[in-house]
């Protein structure tokens, strides 16, 4: 059905209960006329339910979808079900003004390959439930939208969920593969959380090209079968929040990236930010990225936490990370590393204090960078138990570390070396510091006669000093040698800070 709006007219279809588009075929419609940049007069459609895609024959060779494209048109509907059991159900809003009380995508497992478009303009108001991939795969809500077959349509969208049910991409066990992305320049609102898999896997939020998000606050793994769920945001976008959030609820190998001057911002007052919550939480992410790639905590009390082990039973999580790269930048008034936690990364900025306890570690470098430096702007607090891991490297290059405040050591603190490619005779300078506490009481991997230097020329440094090969001196040979590698000693020993160039 084409619903044709000449300019100066007016067109309603309304549907007193079921509107159904593809109960158990393909290529059914009802949309507006005309497309995106030519006059048009209004149209109107409403029902109380419109459901795509019914059965799970529905949609397997075309999309069975409704659609208004111009300004001034409108849908209204209590639910909109875009694929029941069946597939490549769609909705498209270009410019138009969509009020909806529940929509879902996908209520099946067998359903998939749906989607939502909000693009040229146009605005979505969802009052109550949201969800993207009720039970199925591979369905996309896009915010902001370029279609390369109608030749005017291509820019930003607003999705307004308003009610208080949460924003849920992937919700039960066989929901996977589902993606929100927020593009060019769009707007995502939600009243409540923004969830990325309950229980689902490999479900995503992408916010790209100066989008804005807005919410109360996040999840990501909710569950603990709910793993791999991502939120990316690149390109100078942003997402305030005011409420806390937790990369990793119960759930595993979930991650929360801010790339390419993106910013994210949590202004409540005692909210924190949790990456890993439950003890069953582990190998979940934070990657901040780039210059001017920021997270920041403005609110009260609100503590950015890696590895929190809050809930559950039994052994506490492992490998929950905070990586911090190439000029990115975290703002926290405290940074509490727990046990099964680490931060690592390079030419990162970390403001604010930071307490590294039992099982917890600052570990500079990465897979990409062999060794790496940190900053810390405040005071690094090592005494309940954490571990500064470091490795030396050939070239006199070695993690290193700059606090700005105290680096407090003693207690059951710890350093660990890894140094496989150290060289001999030569001074590695692993940290600077404003003013510092104590010794690390544990040393491991120290090379056999090397020393570490807590004020290394007495300056505020620390240096691990790899000890000089014994040199035979029954010759005039042995002796030249000698005194060569002495040279190369007092050469060497000069300050040796690592800064990675890329």
Same mark, same amino acid.
């Given at each position: 059905m084409i619903l044709d709006t000449q300019p100066g007219g007016n067109v309603t279809f309304a549907v007193t209960n079921t509107l159904t588009i593809g109960y158990d075929g393909s290529g059914s419609y009802v949309y507006t006329s005309p497309l995106p940049g030519t006059s048009a007069g209004s149209a109107a459609i409403t029902a109380a339910t419109i459901q795509t895609s019914?059965?799970?024959? /529905?949609?397997? *060779?075309?999309?069975?979808?409704?659609?208004?494209? +111009?300004?001034?048109? $409108?849908?209204?509907?209590?639910?909109?079900?875009?694929?029941?059991?069946?597939?490549?159900?769609?909705?498209?809003?270009?410019?138009?003004?969509?009020?909806?009380?529940?929509?879902?995508? %996908?209520?099946?497992? $067998?359903s998939g390959g749906n989607y939502l478009t909000i693009t040229d303009g146009g605005t979505f108001t969802n009052t109550g439930a949201f969800t993207v991939g009720v039970r199925g795969s591979n369905n996309t809500v896009y915010v902001g939208y370029v279609d390369a077959n109608i030749a005017t349509s291509g820019s930003n969208g607003t999705l307004n969920v308003t009610g208080a049910n949460d924003l849920v991409i992937g919700s039960g066990s066989t929901a996977q593969f589902?993606?929100?992305?927020?593009?060019?320049?769009?707007?995502? $609102?939600?009243?409540?959380?923004?969830?990325?898999?309950?229980?689902?896997?490999s479900n995503n939020l992408i916010v790209d090209n100066g989008s804005t998000v807005t919410s109360n606050g996040a999840r990501l793994g909710v569950n603990a079968g709910a793993t791999d769920n991502q939120v990316s945001l690149y390109s100078a976008s942003t997402w305030t929040m005011d409420g806390a959030v937790r990369v990793g609820d119960k759930g595993t190998g979930n991650s929360f990236s801010i790339f390419m001057g993106s910013t994210v911002t949590l202004t409540g007052s005692d909210k924190n930010f949790y990456v890993g919550y439950d003890k069953s939480a582990s190998n979940n992410l934070l990657t901040i990225a780039g210059s001017g790639s920021k997270h920041a905590?403005?609110? !009260?009390? /609100?503590?950015?936490?890696? !590895?929190?082990?809050?809930?559950?039973?039994?052994?506490?999580?492992?490998?929950?990370?905070?990586?911090?790269?190439?000029?990115?930048?975290?703002?926290?008034?405290?940074?509490?590393?727990?046990?099964?936690?680490?931060?690592?990364?390079?030419?990162?900025?970390? +403001?604010?204090?930071?307490?590294?306890? %039992?099982g917890g570690s600052i570990a500079p470098g990465s897979g990409v960078a062999p060794v790496g430096a940190l900053s810390f702007t405040g005071n690094v607090d090592?005494? +309940? #138990? #954490?571990?500064?891991?470091?490795?030396? *490297? *050939?070239?006199?290059?070695?993690?290193?570390?700059?606090?700005?405040?105290?680096?407090?050591?003693?207690?059951?603190?710890?350093?660990?070396?890894?140094?496989?490619?150290?060289?001999?005779?030569? %001074?590695?300078?692993? /940290?600077?510091?404003?003013?510092? $506490?104590?010794?690390?009481? *544990?040393?491991?991997?120290?090379?056999?006669?090397?020393?570490?230097?807590y004020n290394y020329l007495g300056l505020n440094q620390i240096a691990v000093i790899t000890a000089v090969p014994e040199i035979a001196l029954a010759s005039a040979g042995g002796a030249f040698a000698l005194i060569a590698c002495s040279l190369a000693l007092l050469e060497r020993r000069g300050p040796k800070r690592r800064r990675h160039a890329g």
């Open positions: 019914v059965t799970a024959a /529905a949609g397997a *060779s075309d999309y069975n979808y409704i659609g208004t494209y +111009n300004a001034g048109h $409108s849908v209204t509907a209590t639910n909109l079900v875009l694929g029941v059991s069946g597939s490549q159900g769609g909705a498209d809003n270009y410019g138009g003004v969509w009020n909806v009380t529940n929509t879902s995508l %996908a209520d099946q497992a $067998s589902n993606t929100v992305k927020v593009d060019l320049g769009s707007t995502l $609102s939600a009243a409540k959380n923004i969830v990325v898999g309950v229980d689902g896997q905590l403005t609110g !009260s009390n /609100a503590d950015l936490v890696i !590895s929190g082990n809050v809930t559950g039973t039994g052994a506490n999580a492992t490998g929950n990370t905070l990586y911090v790269v190439q000029g990115g930048v975290v703002d926290a008034t405290r940074t509490p590393v727990g046990d099964g936690g680490s931060i690592t990364g390079y030419d990162g900025t970390i +403001n604010g204090n930071t307490f590294v306890g %039992a090592f005494s +309940n #138990g #954490g571990t500064f891991v470091v490795t030396l *490297s *050939s070239g006199t290059f070695a993690d290193f570390i700059d606090v700005g405040g105290l680096l407090a050591l003693g207690g059951t603190s710890a350093l660990s070396l890894n140094d496989a490619a150290a060289d001999p005779g030569t %001074a590695y300078i692993i /940290a600077h510091y404003g003013t510092l $506490s104590g010794v690390f009481t *544990s040393v491991f991997g120290l090379p056999a006669g090397a020393t570490v230097d």
